[in-house]
């Protein structure tokens, strides 16, 4: 079946980079938007950035923009996230999803299981 895999997270100290890493298969990878999606404890789901399918265009939360790069890779079925300058209020846990729109925060096709990001201050 159609599986999205995270992979990347970690333990970073604040003003540090990470780069997230989501494997697709079992799906037309090219034929959807992708998001990314973070959860903090006790928080509701909140969009951060967003690919259309074909990698043209582009959508980022405010607070990550400047800082955050999306980017794919269809011929591989891949998506990254490049995170710098990182701040302990991005820690979250970091979803892929696969949907026929970009901002999603709930509703999409397709859901990774997460990967954990922790900023220490």
């Known amino acids: 079946q159609a599986q999205l895999v995270e992979s990347g997270g970690g333990l970073v100290q604040a003003g540090g980079s990470l780069r997230l890493s989501c494997a697709a298969s079992?799906?037309?990878?090219?034929?959807?938007?992708m998001n990314w999606v973070r959860q903090a404890p006790g928080k509701e789901r909140e969009f951060v950035a967003g690919?259309?399918?074909?990698?043209?265009?582009?959508l980022y939360a405010d607070s990550v923009k400047g800082r955050f790069t999306i980017s794919r890779d269809n011929a591989e079925n891949k998506l990254y996230l490049q995170m710098n300058s990182l701040k302990p209020e991005d820690t979250a846990v970091y979803y892929c999803a696969a949907a026929r729109r970009l901002g999603v925060t709930n509703i999409a096709d397709y859901w990774g299981q997460g990967t954990q990001v922790t900023v220490s201050s």
């Open positions: 079992a799906f037309t990878f090219s034929s959807y938007h």
């Open positions: 690919i259309t399918w074909g990698g043209r265009s582009t």
